[in-house]
T-cell receptor, first 114, second 113 residues
């Protein structure tokens, strides 16, 4: 079982470039999430999708957009990358949201914006 | 005050000893608590969750919750070098109706052979 698959694993962008991070899960989970992890800041939620067809902002949504393409796939787009977006990005999924929100994470994307 | 607070460490524990990791949270209405383990350069992995006051045991791991003190801990018995990792505490905070899962910044644990 693949679980949560993220691509790419590494990416270097120049300021102002755009890119899309792809995420897919094969566990038939309803909820999907995008987090970023920065040293000393912990994991911070960017956007989430509680179910197919819905998306909501998390703690740090500025500069990002998302698409819940279907139940399996949830993509994160940076329209105009900035150095402040240099981070490790994790996609995650959960069977349900709320108090039973048990997250399964993808392997992460190391993004550097120069 | 951070919503979920952990000592960043590093915490060094001899092999075979008990490692004790602690976490406090700000919202008295929080209902669920999770411990994730993250090896260096890898993604977080859920290892324990607890909803009720008291202890919950799973193998060498015990999660302890004290809602009155707003305190959750993770004990690792018979620590092994393979337990060396960063441990992330997370709480589902009610946050004045804006419910969300909030992570602490993690405690780095090193098991010394």
């Amino acid at each position: 079982n693949a679980g949560v698959t993220q691509t790419p694993k590494f990416q270097v962008l120049k300021t102002g470039q755009s890119m899309t991070l792809q995420c897919a899960q094969d566990m038939n989970h309803n909820s999907m999430y995008w987090y970023r992890q920065d040293p000393g800041m912990g994991l911070r939620l960017i956007y989430y999708s509680a179910s197919e067809g819905t998306t909501d902002k998390g703690e740090v949504p500025n500069g990002y957009n998302v698409s819940r393409l279907n139940k399996r796939e949830f993509s994160l787009r940076l329209e105009s990358a900035a150095p402040s977006q240099t981070s490790v990005y994790f996609c995650a999924s959960s069977e349900v949201g709320g108090i039973n929100e048990k997250l399964f994470f993808g392997s992460g994307t190391q993004l550097s914006v120069l | 005050q951070k919503e979920v607070e952990q000592n960043s460490g590093p915490l060094s524990v001899p092999e075979g000893a008990i490692a004790s990791l602690n976490c406090t949270y700000s919202d008295r209405g929080s209902q669920s608590f999770f411990w994730y383990r993250q090896y260096s350069g890898k993604s977080p992995e859920l290892i324990m969750f607890i909803y009720s006051n008291g202890d919950k045991e799973d193998g060498r791991f015990t999660a302890q919750l004290n809602k009155a003190s707003q305190y959750v801990s993770l004990l690792i018995r018979d620590s092994q070098p393979s337990d060396s990792a960063t441990y992330l505490c997370a709480a589902f905070l009610s946050n004045f109706g804006n419910e969300k899962l909030t992570f602490g910044t993690g405690t780095r644990l090193t098991i010394i052979p």
